[in-house]
Each structure stands twice: as structure tokens, then as C-alpha cells.
């Protein structure tokens, strides 16, 4: 199976963070289905070209909250995750990445003010080109 994974090695985000974030949206997203089975850590950990370790860091993470789960001698399967999960996934992962902005924003010294404007301007941007699509 092909996981559409992206490593990038400018990132300042460490390489298990990367993988994990991307793994744990396209289970959360649906985009990997419940009872599909992952590659390998070796195998994957190859189509990537990092460590085992590193793979298997993902791995453990991921089956910690329960989006995996594995079966001894069989292999690493998707977890049935419920839509209140989903939900909740969905709102972590976006508080976060506007945490991140907001910290950068007032590290910048924007105002209050210009980040919400700034803010509304790329979502409006963002849908306008979708509705475009």
C-alpha cells in the first residue's frame, strides 16, 4: 500500500513528528480506511528512507491513541475511529496550527486586530479559490 507521506528535510519539525502528523490526518480524514493494513515498519521505513526507529516511534504513538492497532504475527491495522474522535481530532489539529500562527503573529508584534483581519482575509481567499475548482 502507498501512503502519500512527504518527508521535508528543511523542516525544522523532527522527521517522526512529520510522518505521525501526516499518518494520524489520513486515518482521522478517513483517507486510510479502518482494517487496512500498513506497511511494514521495515517497509515503510524504506519507502521513506529513515530508521526503523523512527517508523516504529510513529507506530507505537498512533496505536497509543488508538488509531492503530496491532496484531502480533499479522501486522499494524487502522483502528475504527468514531466520528466524536474525528471531531475531536479534526478541532486539535486545527486549534494547534492556530496557536502556532497566533504565537508568530505576536512574536511579529501584530496587533490583536491585524491578525483578525489577516485572518479573515485568508479564509476568504482560501474558500474563493475552492469554489473556483
Known amino acids: 500500500m502507498n501512503i ?54 510513529v507506530y507505537q504513538d498512533l496505536e497509543n491513541e488508538g488509531l492503530l492497532r496491532t496484531r502480533q504475527g499479522t501486522g499494524t491495522f487502522v483502528a475504527m475511529v468514531e466520528e466524536d474522535m474525528r471531531s475531536g481530532y479534526r478541532l486539535k489539529a486545527v486549534t494547534e496550527a492556530l496557536e502556532t500562527a497566533i504565537d508568530t503573529g505576536v512574536a511579529v508584534q501584530m496587533t490583536e486586530q491585524e491578525l483578525l483581519e489577516l485572518f479573515a482575509d485568508m479564509v476568504k481567499r482560501k474558500y474563493e479559490v475552492q469554489a473556483k475548482e
Open 4 to 57: 502519500p507521506v512527504q518527508i521535508d528535510e528543511n523542516s525544522a519539525e523532527p522527521l517522526y513528528a512529520q510522518i505521525e502528523k501526516q499518518l494520524r490526518s489520513l486515518i482521522v480524514t478517513g483517507q486510510i480506511a479502518a482494517g487496512t493494513l500498513l506497511p511494514s515498519i521495515r517497509e515503510f521505513a524504506g519507502t521513506l528512507s529513515c530508521s526503523v526507529i523512527t517508523v516504529r516511534r
